[in-house]
């Protein structure tokens, strides 16, 4: 049975981890939590809020997804969208699902990541 999503595991490219950093701790608002020693050799870098987290792999010929994203839930959206666009970030709103405020971002390696609160 399962009981929870552990982590989401993302792709990026060599050398990106500075620029991931700064996207997912200062805009996103997250903490950077250490890769285990064995793991931390490959690079990239692994962020958590609450109990959601995000690990960033480094892969060699690295290509975002256009389509797979995580669906991340967030409280004040409004708020939240303003956050991003003053980091310079991309947001693009989208009101297709019902009961549901969602945008679209992007982080600086070009993974989508999608942003919705429930209600209205």
């Given at each position: 049975?399962l009981t929870a999503v ?7 490219p ?14 996103l608002?997250?903490?950077?939590i250490p890769?285990?020693?064995a793991l931390?050799?490959?690079g990239g870098?692994?962020?958590q ?9 480094i892969?060699e010929s690295?290509?975002?997804?256009r389509?797979a994203?995580?669906g991340?839930?967030?409280?004040g959206i409004?708020?939240?969208a303003d ?8 947001v ?6 019902p009961?549901?405020r ?8 070009g ?5 919705l609160?429930?209600?209205?």
């Amino acid at each position: 049975m399962l009981t929870a999503v552990d982590h989401v595991q993302l792709a990026a490219p060599p050398g990106s981890e500075d620029a991931l950093r700064a996207y997912y701790t200062e805009a996103l608002g997250m903490t950077e939590i250490p890769k285990p020693p064995a793991l931390a050799v490959n690079g990239g870098c692994w962020f958590q809020a609450g109990s959601v987290q995000l690990h960033l792999g480094i892969e060699e010929s690295f290509r975002p997804s256009r389509k797979a994203h995580p669906g991340l839930r967030v409280r004040g959206i409004e708020a939240y969208a303003d956050r991003l666009a003053a980091h310079g970030a991309k947001v693009v709103w989208n009101h297709d699902l019902p009961g549901h405020r969602r945008f679209h971002s992007e982080d600086p390696a070009g993974n989508v990541l999608e942003f919705l609160e429930p209600g209205r």
